[in-house]
């Protein structure tokens, strides 16, 4: 069950967002009546509520905004218990005081926003034995992976089947912000009898709190259980990440029951989240930034050819055998979607063997093309704005270097921009001028927001036929979603998605601009 929190200044707007939330099929409502700038009129917000309600008036101390004494919180908690509230919040050294009185249940609550307890175990006893709980809530924030994984296995052994069964209340463990968010994506797999969700994307009151709707709508979090099979992005950040939307709506088109989590993994905690992601259920991951390079060291099984080439590795599945397997997809995505627009036939050889092409850039995209154009017998140039790097490169992969100053003066049949420039919001940007492109060279942008970048832009007007990094992203998807799943993902339907997804973000940063 998902609780959505809302806490609003005004009564008016608390009520009308209630109300809106319940039209929308929500049944658990946290009332975070702290937010209030007013004292709170529970005869307004209570009476006709359109849910279940949890009353919350959080201290600023456990993250809360309550500006009066604790004298009047704690008549207004009992206000609310009598009032006969479904759920109340009673933080734990709180509860002792208040005794249980009607059929309000007592969401006994323990926060720390500084660190997570050594001793999670010792917390639990003590408000099993001082708080009267119905359900105990621990939300505490992570300093690093293990903490995560420490409040994992805790609540392991808290929502122990034999303990549920011999009447101990359940626990709700929140582990804060970004690194401990898939906690909250998934807790039920851990016990945990429900979850927070903000009202908003705006409107978001804890850290790490997810809208709703994406809890809801895009991870299905009333949907995930024991049977699952969860899939993931490991990067830092993570946020920006546009694979959650692919793969799960790709795993609802194909009503497989997957779900795919973004997982904040700072470069230091890489070791230990491989070691035990196979304990979520993890089966496989896509690899980002920073961690394509370093993962390589964690396979035991599968080395797919390219990642050897390539020195990165962007995809990582368990085999059955429990050992770690390790592809690039971005290097056949960017090849096959090149070659396509060459015009490559099946079973003829490719276009691109004895053509020539310009790899602009020297870094993780920049070496994967370069590697994929080179092995297809390609002739291929570095252009890097770092020389050193990029002479690098260039040596290392067996291709030739030219400075960026000389890029202009190259005629190639292949022109691949896998530098970022262009990128949103820099959209005005191009790594190229309009007179250095000419007509019928093939230019390949991997860059993918927006989809029609400056370059590709310009490229067409010239009589360019233009590659766009959408291309290569969904390719890079597709393959992937044929590793976790066995099965053959829809290249429309992924592209549909990335350009729903790419539109939305867009919308969100110009409205915050
Ligand atoms: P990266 O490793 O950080 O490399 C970025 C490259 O861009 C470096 O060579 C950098 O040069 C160069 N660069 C940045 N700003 C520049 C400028 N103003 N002028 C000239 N060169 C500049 O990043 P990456 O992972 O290779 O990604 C590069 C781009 O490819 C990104 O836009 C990324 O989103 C995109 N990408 C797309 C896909 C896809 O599926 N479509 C997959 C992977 C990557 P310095 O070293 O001198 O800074």
């Given at each position: 069950m998902i609780c959505v929190t809302i806490g609003c200044g005004s009564h008016k707007r608390m009520i009308e967002e209630h109300q809106k939330l319940a039209a929308d099929g929500v049944r658990f409502v946290e009332l975070r009546l702290d937010y209030l700038r007013k004292k709170p009129e529970l005869h307004r917000l209570l009476p006709e509520r359109p849910t279940a309600v949890l009353a919350t008036a959080r201290r600023k101390e456990d993250g809360g905004q309550w500006r009066e004494s604790e004298e009047a919180r704690l008549g207004l908690l009992r206000e609310l218990i009598v009032s006969g509230v479904e759920y109340i919040d009673l933080e734990v050294d709180v509860a002792p005081k208040i005794p249980r009185f009607g059929k309000t249940k007592r969401v006994v609550s323990y926060h720390n926003m500084e660190e997570t307890p050594e001793d999670l175990d010792g917390l639990r006893q003590k408000m099993l034995a001082e708080c009267d709980p119905d359900i105990i809530k621990i939300a505490v924030t992570p300093k690093s992976i293990g903490d995560v994984f420490r409040l994992v296995d805790f609540l392991r052994r808290a929502n122990a089947p034999e303990r549920i069964q011999a009447g101990e209340p359940?626990?709700?463990?929140?582990?804060?912000?970004?690194?401990?968010?898939?906690?909250?994506?998934?807790?039920?797999?851990?016990?945990?009898?429900?979850?927070?969700?903000?009202?908003?994307?705006?409107?978001?009151?804890?850290?790490?709190?997810?809208p709703y709707k994406t809890l809801r709508d895009l991870y299905?979090?009333?949907?995930?259980?024991?049977?699952?099979?969860?899939?993931?992005?490991?990067?830092?950040?993570?946020?920006?990440?546009?694979?959650?939307?692919?793969?799960?709506?790709?795993?609802?088109?194909?009503?497989?029951?997957?779900?795919?989590?973004?997982?904040?993994?700072?470069?230091?905690?890489?070791?230990?989240?491989?070691?035990?992601?196979?304990?979520?259920?993890v089966c496989g991951l896509s690899v980002t930034i920073p961690h394509k390079v370093e993962v390589i060291k964690k396979l035991n099984g599968f080395v797919d050819p390219a990642v050897s080439a390539t020195g990165a590795c962007n995809t990582v599945v368990w085999g059955p055998d429990g050992r770690l397997n390790g592809y690039n997809t971005d290097y056949l995505a960017a090849l096959l979607s090149i070659e396509t627009?060459?015009?490559?036939?099946?079973?003829?050889?490719?276009?691109?063997?004895?053509?020539?092409?310009?790899?602009?850039?020297?870094?993780?995209?920049?070496?994967?093309?370069?590697?994929?154009?080179?092995?297809?017998?390609?002739?291929?140039?570095?252009?890097?704005?770092?020389?050193?790097?990029?002479?690098?490169?260039?040596?290392?992969?067996?291709?030739?270097?030219?400075?960026?100053?000389?890029?202009?003066?190259?005629v190639v049949q292949v022109l691949a921009n896998c530098t970022s420039v262009g990128m949103f919001p820099n959209v005005d940007e191009s790594p190229m001028e309009q007179q250095m492109l000419r007509a019928g060279t093939v230019v390949f942008d991997a860059v993918y927001n927006p989809e029609t970048t400056?370059?590709?832009?310009?490229?067409?007007?010239?009589?360019?036929?233009?590659?766009?990094?959408?291309?290569?992203?969904?390719?890079?998807?597709?393959?992937?979603?044929?590793?976790?799943?066995?099965?053959?993902?829809?290249?429309?339907?992924?592209?549909?998605?990335?350009r729903g997804a790419l539109s939305a973000v867009r919308t969100t940063a110009e409205e915050i601009n």
């Open positions: 359940k626990t709700l463990g929140i582990s804060m912000t970004e690194f401990g968010w898939f906690t909250r994506v998934l807790g039920k797999r851990f016990g945990c009898p429900y979850t927070y969700a903000g009202f908003s994307e705006k409107r978001i009151l804890a850290p790490g709190l997810l299905r979090y009333d949907d995930i259980d024991a049977e699952t099979k969860i899939f993931g992005v490991i990067a830092d950040p993570v946020q920006h990440s546009l694979s959650p939307a692919i793969h799960n709506r790709s795993f609802v088109e194909m009503g497989l029951n997957c779900a795919y989590v973004p997982f904040r993994v700072a470069p230091e905690d890489l070791d230990e989240f491989i070691e035990r992601a196979p304990e979520l259920g627009a060459m015009g490559r036939k099946v079973g003829a050889p490719s276009p691109l063997q004895g053509a020539s092409a310009m790899v602009l850039g020297a870094g993780g995209a920049a070496q994967a093309v370069a590697r994929g154009l080179k092995d297809r017998g390609a002739r291929v140039i570095i252009a890097a704005r770092s020389e050193e790097k990029g002479r690098d490169a260039a040596k290392r992969l067996g291709c030739e270097f030219c400075s960026w100053q000389d890029r202009g003066a190259y400056y370059l590709l832009r310009m490229a067409r007007q010239r009589g360019c036929k233009t590659v766009s990094g959408v291309e290569m992203f969904v390719g890079q998807a597709c393959l992937q979603y044929k590793l976790f799943t066995g099965q053959k993902a829809s290249g429309s339907f992924m592209r549909s998605v990335v």
